[in-house]
């Protein structure tokens, strides 16, 4: 089996057993979050799949897409998940600068070294602080939609 099998396969335990490990009364914003950072997660690699910004050599269904299943369905997601779960609401405003920089940075950060140490992912012309700040504004629509769904609800 190939390395790129294993991270995957790592990736997904890590990812499932954090949804797990999330709270029985969380199960409703976690799975709201978990959709919509699917949704837009797909988005975005559709449109740098498309325009040639990036590459999966290693893919997961490699007939059916160029894109890759794992990083864009299962963990990203779950980082969106994190994200919502443990935001500072009442933080100050450089916390929470400093929170979504830090959230921004975890799948650049994972996709360069996909990239430095196996076929999972290729820069083709795109770059990690390009990444981050495609990330940042993903994040900032994930909190504003999760946080109106949220009002939504408790109203």
Known sequence: MSKEFFILAFSWVISIMTLLSISKGRTRLT???????????????FILVFFDLVEFPYREFK???NM????????????????ILFYPKQASNLKVLLYYLFFSMVIPTYSSLAEKYSNLFQFI???????????????YILKKFIFWFQKAIDS
């Open 31 to 45: 799975q709201i979050t978990f959709l919509l950072t699917q949704a837009l997660a797909w988005l975005f690699e």
């Open 125 to 139: 012309n795109w770059n990690w602080g390009i990444h981050v700040l495609a990330d940042l504004i993903i994040f």
């Open 63 to 65: 007939i059916a897409t």
């Open 68 to 83: 890759s299943f794992s990083l864009y369905y299962l963990i990203f997601p779950t980082v969106g998940v994190l994200f």
